[in-house]
């Protein structure tokens, strides 16, 4: 079988856990090069045009100014039952395009807005900074997460608990074997709080604490300059990032003070959950699926890494506002300073390449959601391609 002859050159009889687990999911390990699919995507794809790049942030900002002066007229209308509904609509539709721009501040820190690296760290830096994302904090880390997606113990985020995280029995014991174990089944109304606990605070917990994210030492925090995460030469990109943020943070409570909380909180705040819903949800989804293993040492690369991605399409109008994030997140983990605008066509040829190696669900998206969540629990301890259990 193709899967038990890569791993087992690879890794001989050391390898005999991930052959088991392969072999049981029908796993092939993909053996194409970075060169094979560079070679297969257009050169004009790699460009970058500083001009074509801020005409995406001007159509994003437009909407966004155009939302937010819409909205100043909904307290005037003299129904409540239409007030009501408008403001969650406002939320809504601000919160989607936000995380456009979102996207693009994250394409910054790529290098993929730009060819000047200057232009690129500072629009990034307003971008973000508005957004209460540290700049250069997140961009450090998130290159880490790049250069090791689906690495069990080098990638940054969505890091899998193991079965000892858990405190689970080992495997030849577990009287539930690979589940599913009676400690995950849980009462649909805490689901959904969980749920909810997720999408709304996840993104600020793992920049604060590290939430989902690799395991290490002290508090190891996007705002922490000392941390673990980072290493010395880039103390200053930390307490720059944290000024960005400090900043942001000044401005929303003058504006607090000056137009009222609630002023803020409707016309701001509420769109910036939002904004974390997207994030969590998008990134979540894109590398949690119970049909993709993680890999360790003996077996990772970075190509195999890359392509243990998922797209998902979200539908025409959000993938269009989000700049193709979802549907072409593949293209991006391969080559991440591409800019957005050319992805879905190189993601047309990389599709050519990868073959049965290329992901794309189509599963509605709260499905996928709910399959990810029940399915996608913990890993074995032991294994170089390890599978979600639950």
Same mark, same amino acid.
């Given at each position: 079988?193709?899967?038990?002859?890569?791993?087992?050159?690879?890794?001989?009889?050391?390898?005999?856990? #991930?052959?088991?687990?392969?072999?049981?999911?029908?796993?092939?390990?993909?053996?194409?090069?970075?060169?094979?699919?560079?070679?297969?995507?257009?050169? %004009?794809?790699?460009?970058?045009?500083?001009?074509?790049?801020?005409?995406?942030?001007?159509?994003?900002?437009?909407?966004?100014?155009?939302?937010?002066?819409?909205?100043?007229?909904?307290?005037?209308?003299?129904?409540?039952?239409?007030?009501?509904?408008?403001?969650?609509?406002?939320?809504?539709?601000?919160?989607?395009?936000?995380?456009?721009?979102?996207?693009?501040?994250?394409?910054?820190?790529?290098?993929?807005?730009?060819?000047?690296?200057?232009?690129?760290?500072?629009?990034?830096?307003?971008?973000?900074?508005?957004?209460?994302?540290?700049?250069?904090?997140?961009?450090?880390?998130?290159?880490?997460?790049?250069? #090791?997606?689906?690495?069990?113990?080098?990638?940054?985020?969505?890091?899998?608990?193991?079965?000892?995280?858990?405190?689970?029995?080992?495997?030849?014991?577990?009287?539930?074997?690979?589940?599913?174990?009676?400690?995950?089944?849980?009462?649909?109304?805490?689901?959904?709080?969980?749920?909810?606990?997720?999408?709304?605070?996840?993104?600020?917990?793992?920049?604060?604490?590290?939430?989902?994210?690799?395991?290490?030492?002290?508090?190891?925090?996007?705002?922490?300059?000392?941390?673990?995460?980072?290493?010395?030469?880039?103390?200053?990109?930390?307490?720059?990032?944290?000024?960005?943020?400090?900043?942001?943070?000044?401005?929303?409570?003058? #504006?607090? %003070?000056?137009?009222?909380?609630?002023?803020?909180?409707?016309?701001?705040?509420?769109?910036?959950?939002?904004?974390?819903?997207?994030?969590?949800?998008?990134?979540?989804?894109?590398?949690?699926?119970?049909?993709?293993?993680?890999?360790?040492?003996?077996?990772?690369?970075?190509?195999?890494?890359?392509?243990?991605?998922?797209?998902?399409?979200?539908?025409?109008?959000? /993938?269009?506002?989000?700049?193709?994030?979802?549907?072409?997140?593949?293209?991006?983990?391969?080559?991440?300073?591409?800019?957005?605008?050319?992805?879905?066509?190189?993601?047309?040829?990389?599709?050519?390449?990868?073959?049965?190696?290329?992901?794309?669900?189509?599963?509605?998206?709260?499905?996928?959601?709910?399959?990810?969540?029940?399915?996608?629990?913990?890993?074995?301890?032991?294994?170089?391609?390890?599978?979600?259990? /639950?």
């Amino acid at each position: 079988m193709a899967t038990k002859r890569n791993i087992s050159s690879e890794q001989g009889k050391k390898a005999q856990p #991930a052959i088991d687990e392969a072999v049981a999911h029908g796993w092939e390990i993909p053996d194409f090069s970075i060169k094979e699919i560079r070679d297969a995507i257009p050169a %004009h794809c790699f460009e970058r045009d500083t001009l074509r790049s801020f005409s995406h942030v001007a159509y994003d900002l437009s909407i966004i100014a155009a939302l937010g002066y819409a909205a100043t007229f909904i307290d005037q209308i003299p129904y409540s039952w239409v007030r009501v509904l408008l403001w969650p609509a406002y939320w809504i539709a601000q919160g989607i395009v936000a995380t456009g721009v979102w996207v693009i501040a994250h394409e910054c820190g790529h290098q993929a807005f730009s060819p000047s690296k200057f232009i690129n760290n500072s629009v990034g830096w307003v971008l973000h900074s508005a957004l209460l994302v540290p700049y250069h904090s997140w961009r450090i880390s998130h290159s880490r997460h790049h250069k #090791a997606t689906g690495h069990m113990s080098r990638d940054q985020v969505f890091v899998p608990n193991t079965r000892s995280d858990l405190g689970l029995p080992k495997r030849d014991t577990d009287p539930e074997s690979d589940g599913p174990h009676h400690i995950f089944e849980e009462a649909p109304l805490y689901v959904f709080v969980m749920m909810v606990f997720m999408f709304t605070f996840g993104w600020p917990l793992y920049l604060f604490v590290n939430v989902s994210g690799q395991k290490y030492p002290g508090w190891a925090s996007h705002y922490n300059p000392w941390c673990a995460i980072y290493e010395n030469h880039q103390v200053w990109d930390v307490i720059v990032s944290d000024i960005g943020v400090v900043s942001t943070l000044a401005a929303i409570a003058f #504006a607090a %003070h000056t137009l009222g909380p609630i002023t803020v909180l409707k016309y701001y705040f509420i769109p910036y959950l939002f904004v974390n819903f997207w994030l969590v949800l998008i990134t979540y989804l894109q590398h949690t699926d119970p049909a993709l293993p993680h890999y360790r040492e003996g077996v990772w690369n970075f190509q195999r890494g890359a392509a243990l991605t998922v797209d998902r399409d979200f539908g025409f109008l959000i /993938n269009h506002l989000h700049h193709h994030i979802s549907d072409t997140h593949v293209a991006h983990h391969f080559f991440s300073t591409m800019p957005h605008y050319h992805a879905q066509e190189a993601t047309r040829h990389i599709k050519k390449v990868l073959g049965k190696h290329y992901h794309f669900d189509s599963t509605p998206i709260p499905l996928a959601l709910w399959r990810s969540w029940k399915n996608c629990r913990f890993v074995e301890d032991e294994g170089d391609v390890v599978f979600w259990k /639950n």
